[in-house]
């Protein structure tokens, strides 16, 4: 449960005093998350999320993730959508904290995923690329290889204790990224944590995408990478090609990918493993005594690295000679 900083009534009922939304009737910490803390809100006027930004969340940021939920929501995204208070200013301060009340989006995040969970995301995630195209702020992907190297740093020395050779594992494939690492894909803002946790579904409906706050500014590709890991490997360890050809199709449909941005894929995949095995390495490390949150398994991102270094080629677990015909030869 991610509940870092506690809301006292008192708190809560000033707080909410500066919004048109009735009484409170209820708060209650949500059991999800690891980055903020999220409560559910119920007032008068229907269920809201209260969301205290922490640690990773900073603060000069938060214009940008507000402005771009608002934008997705106005290009027709079901995503959560800012709440202003009574003088119109969304972004306020909460115990210190910089605090926002959104929307409530309906719907659950699939706990098994099924082969039909991933062609849904793979269009929904090709309308966010699409839908960005006008969104006129940036923001630099705080995370990609510079930062990777900073986290690194932070948990070289005792990256061991959590699985022996972990620090020579990391320090070689870092610089093997770097050295592969692609260069002049399309590019725009990217989700960059679309993970299933994410993304919300009301039966066989993809219902809407939650959580914007890693996204910035990046390839399009890569957000493909990182939902290929975070929803195409099975609980055992085994990645499972059905669900990201449907993945890959799906978003192709959509929005066509170059033969250039599919022949980056493996190294992005890598990119990918090696910056959520990082963050979850040093919150594994670090996690503050006390606070209600289970940090997330590293490991299993280090099994899924392992998966793409083994690979020899594209055609060797994504596509076949078919798919990647549709794309030509062309550049990027
Ligand atoms: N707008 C929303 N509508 C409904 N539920 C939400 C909404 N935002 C967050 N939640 C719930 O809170 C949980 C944690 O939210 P999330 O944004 O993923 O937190 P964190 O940024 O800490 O990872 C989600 O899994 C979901 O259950
Ligand atoms: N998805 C990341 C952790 C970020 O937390 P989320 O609750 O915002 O998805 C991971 O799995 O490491």
Redesign the pocket.
């Known amino acids: 449960m991610?509940v870092y900083t506690e809301v006292t009534d008192e708190d809560l009922s000033t707080f909410a005093a500066q919004y048109d939304l009735g009484a409170v009737l209820s708060c209650k910490g949500?059991?999800?998350?690891?980055?903020?803390?999220?409560f559910?809100l119920v007032t008068e006027r229907g269920?809201?999320?209260l969301?205290l930004y922490?640690k990773r969340?900073r603060k000069e940021d938060l214009p940008f993730f507000l402005g771009l939920m608002e934008h997705l929501a106005d290009k027709g995204i079901a995503?959560?959508l800012p709440v202003p208070g009574r003088d119109g200013v969304a972004l306020r301060e909460l115990c210190g904290r910089p605090a926002v009340i959104?929307?409530?989006?309906?719907?659950m995040?699939p706990r098994r995923i099924m082969p039909q969970h991933c062609a849904r995301l793979g269009e929904a995630l090709a309308r966010l690329h699409l839908a960005v195209g006008d969104f006129r702020m940036e923001r630099p992907n705080a995370l990609a290889l510079p930062g990777w190297k900073e986290l690194f740093a932070k948990s070289a020395d005792r990256a061991d204790e959590v699985a022996p050779g972990l620090r020579a594992t990391l320090e070689a494939e870092l610089t093997a990224l770097e050295a592969n690492w692609p260069v002049g894909l399309p590019a725009g803002v990217i989700h960059a944590?679309l993970f299933p946790?994410?993304v919300?579904f009301r039966g066989d409906s993809l219902s809407?995408l939650?959580?914007f706050?890693f996204a910035c500014n990046d390839f399009f590709v890569y957000d493909v990478a990182i939902c290929i890991n975070a929803w195409c490997f099975e609980i055992d360890g085994s990645f499972n090609a059905t669900k990201a050809r449907l993945l890959l199709s799906n978003y192709r449909k959509v929005r066509p990918l170059s033969r250039g941005e599919l022949d980056s894929l493996p190294w992005l995949c890598r990119g990918s493993a090696v910056r959520f095995l990082l963050t979850r390495l040093y919150d594994w490390l670090n996690h503050p005594p006390g606070a209600f949150v289970r940090p997330k398994d590293p490991l299993e991102y280090l099994r899924k690295l392992r998966f793409h270094q083994s690979v020899r080629g594209l055609g060797d677990y994504f596509l076949d000679d078919s798919d990647l015909a549709e794309s030509g030869t062309g550049g990027q």
């Open positions: 991610a949500i059991a999800e998350g690891v980055e903020n803390s999220n559910l269920p809201y999320i969301t922490e969340t995503c959560p959104v929307t409530f989006l309906a719907g995040w944590d946790d994410n919300f809407g939650i959580d706050y």
